[in-house]
């Protein structure tokens, strides 16, 4: 979310541009939210937009909130191992694995 539009969602249109406000809200979010507020896991920031909530895998499943596609397509090549699956030649069709 950028930040103006979570300045003006939250505290209204003419906060638009208070972003020293939002940076110390965050910060104080994350020092009581964050296990390690100077390395946070939930409440990212994305450079040159605004801010990110990143749930937990756990927490993304106990919400049914699924991954984004690529995200789960990283995450499936992963689990496979380098040679595409398990047990897999590499390039082989499946029915050959």
């Known amino acids: 979310m950028s930040q103006r539009q979570l300045l003006a969602e939250v505290w209204g ?3 638009a541009d208070a ?3 939002l940076r110390l809200y965050m910060t104080q979010l994350r020092r009581k939210l964050e296990p390690d507020p ?3 896991r939930w409440l990212l920031t994305e450079p040159g937009m605004g801010y990110r909530y990143q749930p937990d895998e756990d927490e993304r499943q106990e919400a049914g909130v699924s991954l984004p596609r690529q995200q789960r ?3 499936r090549r ?3 191992g380098p040679e595409g699956a398990p047990g897999g030649r590499p390039g082989a069709p499946a029915g050959e694995r």
């Open 73 to 75: 397509l990283d995450h």
């Open 78 to 80: 992963k689990s496979r």
């Open 13 to 15: 249109p003419g906060y």
């Open 19 to 21: 972003t020293g406000n």
């Open 38 to 40: 100077a390395r946070p």
